[in-house]
């Protein structure tokens, strides 16, 4: 499902805010979107969970996830298995820039597990004013902005609970088990479990042995010695299917924790 609305913009870019697109998009697993540079948007996921890249970051996401990118960036956002469907409400605006940062968005940010039905009450309000062809563009824009004051909120509320130890580490076990195949690093799997970085590789190890990073890497050596059993793929294609863009660096992280090359892996298990 999808649906997109693109305002006719006249007077309403001389606003403080601005609404130039805002819409619903739904992803099947294992697809990928990719924006031109955009206004500030805000997306505000449904269902199901994935990832969005955007600034050199990677914000791990699923149901009632809210993620607010800054202009500039180009986009792309990947669903898991299951899909991800989300809302999205670019805008601009004659003092957008300044207004925005004084709120306190200056950067790129993302929350989960966070209450968004006062984020999703003002977008379907904003998608009916957008409607309205004469006095649509001013209501948008006093929308949008309480769009924007109800995102800081969820952006900036606590859970109810906080994680166990026990979900922290099994919440990351399972994102790396679903998604060992894109750019993980610890910074993203701290931002899932929404606890600092240092708390979750203390909680990591503790629960399961070993530090989140070698976890990936076996994790990805595990999955690479299935498809050097069972296909008959490149090398170097193995190497990206598993999330390793070099074969070289492969190789060596291979090597070391089976004590062979990929190669010799393949030949001896033929």
């Keep these: 499902m999808q649906s997109t609305i693109y305002p006719v913009i006249g007077r309403q870019k001389e606003l403080p805010f601005c609404l130039t697109e805002a819409g619903t998009r739904e992803l099947n697993g294992g697809s990928v979107r990719r924006t031109v540079p955009h206004p500030h948007l805000f997306l505000l996921v449904l269902s199901g969970s994935g990832a969005i890249k955007a600034g050199g970051s990677t914000f791990p996401v699923k149901k009632d996830s809210i993620v607010y990118l800054a202009p500039g960036s180009e986009c792309e956002v990947e669903a898991d298995g299951e899909g991800i469907m989300l809302k999205y409400t670019a805008f601009g605006g004659e003092n957008a820039e300044v207004l925005m940062k004084g709120l306190g968005f200056g950067e790129n940010a993302a929350k989960s597990d966070t209450d968004l039905s006062e984020c999703s009450r003002i977008y379907e309000k904003i998608i009916e004013a957008s409607k309205d062809p004469v006095n649509g563009g001013e209501r948008a824009s006093v929308l ?36 060992y195949m894109r750019e993980i690093t610890l910074e993203s799997l701290a931002n899932l479990t929404g606890v600092s970085l240092q708390h979750f590789c203390r909680v990591f190890r503790d629960r399961v042995g070993m530090r989140p990073m070698e976890y990936l890497t076996k994790k990805r050596v595990s999955e690479a010695k299935k498809l050097l059993t069972d296909t008959d793929m490149q090398i170097q294609d193995i190497a990206h299917a598993v999330g390793i863009a070099d074969r070289t660096y492969f190789g060596i992280i291979f090597k070391k924790q089976e004590g062979i090359t990929p190669t010799d892996f393949r030949r001896d298990k033929t």
């Excluded at 609970?161 to 790396?176: G, H, W």
Aim: net charge negative; charged share 30%.
């Design 144 to 179: 949008v902005y309480e769009l924007v004051l109800a995102a800081r909120s969820a952006l900036k509320r606590r859970a109810a609970e906080p994680l166990s130890a026990v979900n922290i580490a099994d919440e990351a076990l399972r994102y790396i088990d679903e998604c």
